[in-house]
Nanobody, 124 residues
Framework: QVQLVESGGGLLQAGDSLRLSCVVS????????VGWFRQPPGEGLHFVGA????????VYADSVKGRFTLSADNAKNTVYLQSNNLVPEDTAVYYC?????????????????WGQGTQVTVTS
């Protein structure tokens, strides 16, 4: 059974950096793209970025482009979200999600499997 488990969240100050991890179990033949979404307080889920296992190609939301970087370690079945120069507006619960399709989905409905989320809080 496919499972995604996020880790690495915490309480940070503006300007700090953070690396979130997403471990994907049973990845083979089930997950070809891993996406990250975030849910700020009182809001819905927003797309952050996505990475494809096969070629490590990535896409990002405009709000994080240049500050956030996705990478994948195939041997560890883990995707990393490196977040630099954090601002209070980055405060959210961060979720990773997996989809079988090879295209980059930007909607929650594009993804089949979800992690439980990890809280990131950035203070000014």
């Amino acid at each position: 059974q496919v499972q995604l488990v996020e880790s690495g969240g915490g309480l940070l100050q503006a300007g700090d950096s953070l690396r979130l991890s997403c471990v994907v179990s049973e990845r083979t033949n089930n997950v070809n793209v891993v996406g990250w979404f975030r849910q700020p307080p009182g809001e819905g889920l927003h797309f952050v970025g996505a990475i494809r296992w096969a070629d490590s190609n990535t896409v990002y939301a405009d709000s994080v482009k240049g500050r956030f970087t996705l990478s994948a370690d195939n041997a560890k079945n883990t995707v990393y979200l490196q977040s630099n120069n954090l601002v209070p507006e980055d405060t959210a619960v961060y979720y990773c999600a997996g989809r079988l399709g090879y295209g980059f989905g930007r909607k929650t409905s594009d993804y089949d499997h979800w992690g439980q989320g990890t809280q990131v809080t950035v203070t000014s």
